[in-house]
Nanobody, 118 residues
């Protein structure tokens, strides 16, 4: 089992920055990749950025490339640095961890609200 706890959301203005953090506990060695997803009101949850836990390879949604950076420390925390925020970034952001499998399992945190005012 894996538990995730996000922090760092808030209300900011267009062009501001925020850093989200996600602390992982439980079966950390079982985790293959981690990422950040978001869900805006009335929309489906979408992937924002992912990182392979050991090698550090990253991938980003086109909408955040060049503005957001995902990173992790050497143990149990993953970050999402968000710069030049836009109103369309407003959403609940969820930390995700995917296990190696089999079976592959996805775990999510409770979410943290990010609101960007225009």
């Amino acid at each position: 089992q894996v538990q995730l706890e996000e922090s760092g959301g808030g209300l900011v203005q267009t062009g501001d920055s925020l850093r989200l953090s996600c602390e992982v506990s439980g079966s950390i060695d079982s985790i293959l990749a981690m990422g950040w997803y978001r869900q805006a009101p009335g929309k489906s949850r979408e992937v924002v950025a992912t990182i392979i836990r050991r090698e550090g390879f990253t991938n980003y949604a086109d909408s955040v490339k060049g503005r957001f950076t995902i990173s992790r420390d050497d143990y149990n925390t993953v970050y999402l640095q968000m710069n030049n925020l836009k109103p369309e970034d407003t959403a609940v952001y969820y930390c995700n961890a995917r296990s190696r499998g089999p079976p592959v399992r996805d775990y999510y945190g409770q979410g943290t609200q990010v609101t960007v005012s225009s």
